[in-house]
């Protein structure tokens, strides 16, 4: 399995960002992919994640009604639409994925054996 980030930058705060990951290796539909993000000196934390096969999506609530996630079943992406970023935004977003027979979002960082490389996104005040 392969998870490859892209899209990150350094913003303004107000502005948009939309990362997207890559996936290649993961077979059927039936896995949970997640962004999470992770500031220096904190943990990985949860920020949105999705269902491939149910569409089901969560969100963490520092990022509820700003963020979007959403997948594309043909190309095997999954994006994330940042709206009205925030300093606190900033950080390096790893995508991950994992088997998921049960149609559940995984949200902490324990549960997805699969993670790209991350992107660095900064945002400034």
């Known amino acids: 399995v392969q998870l490859e980030e892209s899209g990150g930058g350094v913003v303004q705060a107000g502005a948009s960002l939309r990362l997207s990951c890559a996936a290649s290796?993961?077979?059927?539909?039936?896995?949970?992919m997640g962004w999470l993000r992770q500031a220096p000196g904190k943990d990985r934390e949860f920020v949105a994640g999705?269902?491939?096969?149910?569409?089901?999506?969560a969100y963490a609530d520092s990022v509820k009604g700003r963020f979007t996630i959403s997948r594309d079943t043909a190309e095997s992406t999954m994006s994330l639409q940042m709206n009205s970023l925030k300093p606190e935004d900033s950080a390096v977003y790893y995508c991950a994925a994992r088997e998921s027979f049960a149609f559940q979002v995984r949200r902490t960082r324990e549960e997805y054996p699969y993670w790209g490389q991350g992107t660095q996104v900064t945002v400034s005040s």
């Open positions: 290796g993961l077979t059927g539909s039936r896995y949970s």
């Open positions: 999705i269902h491939w096969a149910a569409n089901f999506r």
